[in-house]
């Protein structure tokens, strides 16, 4: 293969779905690169010591009939279970069930009452225009109550970001907005069915996350991907990559799946300003995981969760998972582990030197370890090992000119015959199956 026609740029998800669309169309004359090791992007598992992190939580479920197919059926047919989600929201001391807007069950009542009478006067004077902001949106959709006790604090902490800087095109049917019927009945009752897209979801039984692109992986001839390969420069007009080492890979059709600003970048002086700009505008933020392999099975207030929700800064994780809950393949026997996500942006710093030691302090100061439990082995503890993985980017952020400079950016990369496609190549918050979806489109808009 001296000059392949295709270039994919990235082996995540979305680039390995190109090439396998386009093995399955019986094309031959493609070439993916990667400029780390291993395929997967954020789709990854770490493991060390005999436990085993996802980069930070994935599970896998899909509304697209041929997705769900593809990813349960296909190609993690055998190595795949499903579950039923057992999520919560941990506010107010409790844990109630998630979504908490739905799930006033065992707040205080004053909570309960605060949250219902709020989701009644927004409904009564909800107002005719859209809201301007993120931040409105949710006052508007769930009133002050549940806007004030969950919503609007545990956004700030995941998305690390001015909510008033945020739009809401991100929701789609991701966030439950609540009838007033089930919001009484969440707040008396367990509800007898779950609620979102994710209520049921799959999860590889061996390999972590990882078993998904390597499962893509494994159904693609080797010469076809090639790892530490990254890319210095794309020239458009001369259709070439230069890679790192010096080598330049010819191209008639380029598919990307690099995030945009770095492919702008890439692209060097020919890119007009205007394009230039929009690209160094473009916003995401940084998503630690603190990862604790435990001696022993107890989880405390954590078992048997899968993951839950903190709206509060009474700890500096907003999110904790527990992967052994995922698949027993994911913690040694007899032990059990934890995985805590921190956001952080210039809006919301945080001190990654002490992040370790401020969420082992975290998780005893709400139960799930006990005092002497957050202390190393070796001084009497159960801590067996820790670690520190950082995403970067992790979240792209919905802000105000969002969908003006995507827009004018693609228009540009189109005109200079690229695809950008993929999470950070479109730059939108796209799940798993929207990944995989999103580059078989890109591999089947290549003519034959």
Known sequence: MRQPPIVILGAGLCGLSAAYHLEQQGRADYLVLERGDEAG?????????????????????????????LIRDTLLSGNVARQTRRSYCYSAGVYTEYPYQLNNRGLPAEVI???ILGLIEARANRPDEAAPHFEAW?????????????MVPYNR??????????????IADRVAVPELRDVLWGALQPHAERFGPNREFWYPLEGGISALPR???????????????????????????????????????????????????????????????????????VVHTVNVGLDGEDLGAGSPMHWVYFPEDRTVFHRVSYPGQFSPWMVPPGSSS??????????????????VDRCLRDLVDIGVLREGDARPI??????????????DPAYVIYDLAHRENTEAIAAYLQSVG??????????????????????????EAIPG
Not at 339 to 354: H, L, N, T
């Open 418 to 443: 690229i695809a950008s496609r993929g999470r950070f190549g479109e730059w939108e918050y796209l799940n798993m199956d929207h990944a995989i979806l999103s580059g078989k489109a890109a591999a």
């Open 113 to 115: 009452v605060e949250n």
């Open 338 to 355: 934890i995985q805590m996500e921190i956001s952080e942006s210039r809006f919301r710093p945080c001190d990654r030197a002490a992040l």
């Open 215 to 285: 499962a893509f992986q494994d159904r693609l001839p080797s010469d076809r991907l090639r790892f530490n390969a990254g890319v210095s420069r794309v020239d458009s007009s001369q259709r070439e990559v230069w890679l790192t080492n010096g080598q330049r890979v010819p191209y008639r059709t380029l598919i990307s799946t690099i995030p945009l600003p770095a492919l702008v970048a890439a692209l060097g002086d020919d890119v007009p300003r205007e394009i230039v700009a929009s690209a160094e505008a473009l916003e995401s933020n």
């Open 41 to 69: 992007g954020l789709a990854r598992t770490t493991t060390r010591d005999g436990f085993a992190f996802d980069h930070a939580i994935h599970v896998l479920y899909s509304n697209d009939p041929y997705a769900t197919h």
């Open 157 to 170: 902490r995941q998305w690390a970001w001015n909510l008033e800087e945020m739009h809401y095109g991100w």
């Open 378 to 391: 070796s001084q009497g503890g159960r801590v067996r090992m820790t670690q520190m993985l950082t995403l």
């Open 138 to 150: 949710i006052h508007q959709t769930y009133g002050r109550g549940i806007a004030t006790n969950f």
